[in-house]
């Protein structure tokens, strides 16, 4: 069965510095990656996916996402963060050949600092 | 083009009662699901739908029943709410199914309290 972990819950960071949120994954066959980003009292927004093809995907926002195959991973990173990143982000997986639905990890809290 | 639509946006509700938490998206889009989001648990599936008339459990349907008549409307009825349904529920829909690298879309929440 399909899971997702993002390691950390919580990540505080000073604006302008750089920053890593991890995911890993587990599943038995190929699979479709995402991340979303929610702010306070908002719904879901996608920022970035993998289907297949080039392993670094990026977003409008700065944001990119490398998907590694033997690590099983799909860490999201940004060289420079602004305030105005604060938000939870979540990591899903969707299988392929599967009905579409996602299975998300538990989030992580990004919170910047002036 | 209003995306997907949830209504109410908040509502409490007294332990036993039953409500429905409505659904509505105008992309014609074929699969539709609904979510609950719980603090430090991420979002769990409730249930879907692959289209008209066809629906499915996902990872937490106890509680919960589901029917898609339309293809523009799939709401979400608790049938005697108890305080572990207090959550936030999101609906959501994509294009179609069988791809499954789909973007999906989400409404923009319900905050449900059962006291």
């Known amino acids: 069965a399909q899971s997702v972990t993002q390691l950390d819950s919580q990540v505080p960071v000073f604006e302008e510095a750089p920053v890593e949120l991890r995911c890993n994954y587990s599943?038995?066959?190929?699979?479709?990656l995402f991340w979303y980003v929610q702010y306070p009292n908002q719904g879901l927004q996608l920022l970035l996916k993998?289907?297949?093809?080039?392993?670094l995907v990026e977003s409008i926002n700065g944001f990119e996402a490398e998907f590694n195959k033997s690590q099983t991973s799909f860490h999201l990173r940004k060289p420079s963060v602004h305030i105005s990143d604060t938000a939870e982000y979540f990591c899903?997986?969707?299988?392929?050949?599967?009905?579409?639905?996602?299975?998300f990890g538990k989030g992580t809290k990004l919170s910047v600092k002036p | 083009n209003a995306g997907v639509t949830q209504t109410p946006k908040f509502q409490v509700l007294k332990t036993g009662q039953s409500m429905t938490l409505q659904c509505a998206q105008d992309?014609?889009?074929?699969?539709m699901s609904w979510y609950r989001q719980d603090p430090g648990m991420g979002l769990r599936l409730i249930h879907y739908?692959?289209?008209?008339?066809?629906?499915d459990q996902g990872e937490v349907p106890n509680g919960y029943n589901v029917s898609r008549s339309t293809t523009e409307d799939f709401p979400l009825r608790l049938l005697s709410a108890a305080p572990s349904q207090t959550s936030v529920y999101f609906c959501?829909?994509?294009?179609?199914?069988?791809?499954?690298?789909?973007?999906?879309?989400f409404g923009e929440g319900s905050w449900l309290t059962v006291v």
């Open positions: 959501a829909s994509s294009y179609s199914t069988g791809s499954s690298g789909n973007t999906i879309y």
């Open positions: 599943s038995s066959v190929s699979v479709y």
């Open positions: 993998y289907l297949s093809g080039s392993t």
């Open positions: 899903a997986v969707s299988e392929g050949g599967s009905q579409g639905n996602l299975i």
């Open positions: 992309m014609n889009h074929e699969y």
């Open positions: 739908s692959v289209g008209a008339g066809i629906t």
